[in-house]
């Protein structure tokens, strides 16, 4: 196996054989097979929100100050987070498209920096579905070489 990610070694038990569930054979291979098609749809269909959300989160970073420093540097550090997460997921696509591990790893880091997003902004709906989805990225981890 290739090098590990950062925490990849420590965090693979808990999403893969002490997992509370694994997702059916089936389902996976149809992940593997549809995920980089649905993820390049639903990036080009969010542009306009996306591109909407950076304009308007662009012109509120300073009044959001206004509710105390506090929440200022949540809301700028969760746009941060937010267009990391978006970056990395762009840049795993060819790899995804193509199995292969850096895709993998790409796709692995912009959901652990959406989790960091969700626990910064104490988004539990954000936190369980990033946890779903990084069991299911584990799970489909031998698809990639």
Known sequence: MAQSAL????????????APFQFPVNFRDGFVKYWPIVSLILLLLSLPAILLFLGIGAFLVPASFVAGAGA???????????????????????????????????????????????????????IIFGLLFLMLLFQVREYYT
């Open 7 to 18: 925490l990849e070694a420590e965090m693979a038990p808990f999403f893969t054989t002490k």
């Open 72 to 126: 200022g540097f949540g809301y700028t550090i969760s746009m941060v987070l937010t267009i990391v997460s978006l970056v990395l997921s762009v840049l795993a696509l060819p790899g995804l498209f193509n199995r292969k591990r850096g895709g993998w790893v790409l796709s692995y880091y912009a959901q652990l920096v959406s989790i960091l997003a969700g626990v910064l902004t104490i988004s539990i709906l954000g």
